[in-house]
Each structure stands twice: as structure tokens, then as C-alpha cells.
């Protein structure tokens, strides 16, 4: 999951949102962690799970990242107190647990399902929309 997140790394940009969908210890923040290793991350990145939005600024990463974890979150009605739309303007979004969003989940937004299949191995499902296409087979 870390080396495959340091690949989405390299392909990722500002205004792009990185959905990730499982279940507990599926995997989610461990790809995340990846992504911003690659994206120049030195030490390990702290699950959001209780800040709810854990940004990181150049020069700590190659380009700005808002971290979320909304799994803590209620209902649609308090993702759209964290104004992430914002983000999208100069950073890119990466979003465990987006199922919270509902329908607010941005059309653009290239979405990762993983299920733990056995003790140490993960099925990864990916959604792939056209901003992603490209990029995506170069994965």
C-alpha cells in the first residue's frame, strides 16, 4: 500500500481529490501515508481521525495536501461545515471515509475502494474518471 501511494504520488496535482473507501484497518491511511511520502513527506503522517483535516505545506511536501478523515462525522451536514471545496483551489484532497459526503463527492475525483482479502493481503477497486485516465496507466 506505501509503495502504491508513492506511485499515485507521482502522478497526482494540485485540485485533485483522492477518495479512499474500506473498511476499518483496511488499509486507508496507510495509502494515504504513502501518497504523502511520495509527495516528500519525511516522518509519518498522524491518522486524522481526530483533527478531521491534517494539512501539509511545501516546502514539508512537494505540493499542498488536506488530509481528511470523516469518519467521525455524522451526516452530510457536517462535511459541509469543513468547506473542503476550498482545498481544491491549491492543494490536493485525500478523503478517508468519503461515503460521509454522500452525493458531494466531486465527479473528478478518482476513487479507491481496498478490502482486506486475508491477514496481509488487500483487493483495490478503482474508480477512474477522465482527469485520471491518462495518469492512471502510468501507474
Do not use: C
Not at 69 to 84: C, F, I, K, P, S
Request: hydrophobic letters at 45%; charged letters at 25%.
Amino acid at each position: 500500500m506505501l509503495a502504491f501511494g508513492e506511485r499515485i504520488a507521482r502522478e497526482a496535482r494540485i485540485g485533485d481529490v483522492i477518495a479512499l473507501e474500506g473498511g476499518l484497518g483496511a488499509g486507508k491511511t496507510t495509502l494515504a501515508r504513502g501518497i504523502l511520502a511520495g509527495l516528500g513527506l519525511a516522518g509519518e503522517a498522524p491518522s486524522p481521525s481526530f483533527a478531521i483535516v491534517q494539512p501539509y505545506d511545501i516546502p514539508e511536501v512537494r505540493l499542498p495536501v488536506a488530509h481528511v478523515d470523516l469518519y467521525r462525522l455524522d451526516g452530510v451536514e457536517e462535511t459541509e461545515e469543513l468547506a473542503l471545496g476550498d482545498y481544491l483551489m491549491d492543494s490536493l484532497l485525500l478523503i478517508e471515509w468519503p461515503d460521509r459526503l454522500g452525493d458531494a463527492l466531486w465527479p473528478h475525483a478518482l476513487h479507491l475502494t481496498i478490502m482486506a482479502d486475508g491477514d496481509d493481503a488487500r483487493r483495490l477497486t478503482a474508480n477512474v474518471p477522465p482527469a485520471w485516465t491518462e495518469r492512471w496507466s502510468q501507474l
